[in-house]
């Protein structure tokens, strides 16, 4: 008889359930009930991330004229800060990667894990580009217009043309088909791989520039109003690279 810790090694080395596992399940020794268990709800997680992966793809193959067109989904990150730019990312995914299994809304992941996909997303994709539209531009136009021209500004700097492009919230100039998704990051791959990428490329931008001006705590807020972040601006005033556009800076500039 196998011991408890030899048992345990196994079904931690398991990936999907084999004939030698039906003595597993009847050994009555505590410690084997405990590592089946781990080993069962481990397997259920596993399973609940391919399904949710597989009905991304359905979702994204969905949209597709035909079996070999090319989608591109698009997001943004930063709409909401009052520092930094809004970063956009238009992705173009193979039909299927095992590598990009467990790719969900940036929002959802810890950062460890945006940064760990977005490694493999930039890996494996046909096709990917990241846009960054400055504090100027977004009060100039305003953030929504700022948002609308970054993403079009994504999609259009693609290596291979998209057949079709979906993104996140947001219908844009494009000249070939669209369809903007509610929620999209988490119904679509594409959408939901383009989200990533914007993400870890503006914490990544907000971290440099939290160097630059380490007063205001960039790194830690990324740029959102955060109390500290505040209180930062009334007692340094806002940067070149705050949003002159957005409460509470609009009206600091007046005084």
Same mark, same amino acid.
């Given at each position: 008889m196998k011991t408890i810790k030899e048992i345990t090694i196994a079904l931690k080395q398991a990936t999907q359930l084999e004939p030698w596992m039906d003595a597993i399940q009847r050994d009555e +020794?505590?410690?084997?009930?405990?590592?089946?268990?781990?080993?069962?709800?481990?397997?259920?997680?596993?399973?609940?991330? =391919?399904?949710?992966?597989?009905?991304? =793809?359905?979702?994204?193959a969905s949209y597709l004229p035909h079996a070999?067109?090319?989608?591109? $989904?698009?997001?943004?990150?930063? +709409? $909401?800060?009052?520092? $930094?730019?809004?970063v956009t990312a238009a992705v173009v995914l193979p039909n299927y990667c095992q590598e990009?299994?467990?790719?969900?809304?940036?929002?959802? =992941?810890?950062?460890? &894990?945006r940064e760990n996909y977005a490694a493999r997303i930039k890996e494996h994709a046909i096709s990917y580009f990241v846009h960054f539209q400055p504090a100027e531009v977004i009060d100039s136009v305003?953030?929504?217009?700022? %948002? +609308? /021209?970054? &993403?079009?500004?994504?999609?259009e700097g693609l290596a291979v043309q998209p057949d079709i492009v979906i993104a996140d919230a947001m219908t844009l100039p494009v000249a070939m088909p669209q369809h903007a998704i509610i929620k999209g990051d988490a119904q679509s791959l594409s959408i939901a791989a383009a989200s990533i990428l914007a993400k870890t490329a503006r914490d990544?931008? &907000?971290?440099? @520039?939290?160097?630059?001006?380490?007063?205001?705590?960039?790194?830690?807020?990324? $740029?959102?109003?955060?109390? /500290?972040?505040?209180?930062? @601006?009334?007692?340094?005033?806002? %940067?070149?690279?705050?949003?002159?556009?957005?409460?509470?800076?609009k009206s600091m500039m007046k005084r």
């Open positions: +020794r505590a410690g084997v009930q405990r590592a089946w268990a781990s080993f069962e709800k481990r397997l259920a997680k596993e399973q609940a991330v =391919l399904e949710a992966h597989k009905q991304k =793809l359905q979702f994204d070999d067109a090319y989608l591109a $989904g698009v997001d943004e990150a930063g +709409r $909401g800060p009052l520092a $930094g730019p809004v990009l299994v467990g790719i969900n809304d940036s929002k959802q =992941l810890t950062k460890e &894990m305003n953030i929504y217009e700022a %948002t +609308r /021209q970054s &993403m079009l500004a994504s999609v990544e931008y &907000m971290e440099q @520039l939290d160097k630059e001006f380490p007063q205001y705590g960039f790194a830690q807020h990324a $740029g959102y109003g955060t109390k /500290q972040h505040l209180e930062a @601006l009334e007692e340094f005033g806002p %940067t070149e690279h705050h949003r002159k556009s957005f409460e509470p800076i």
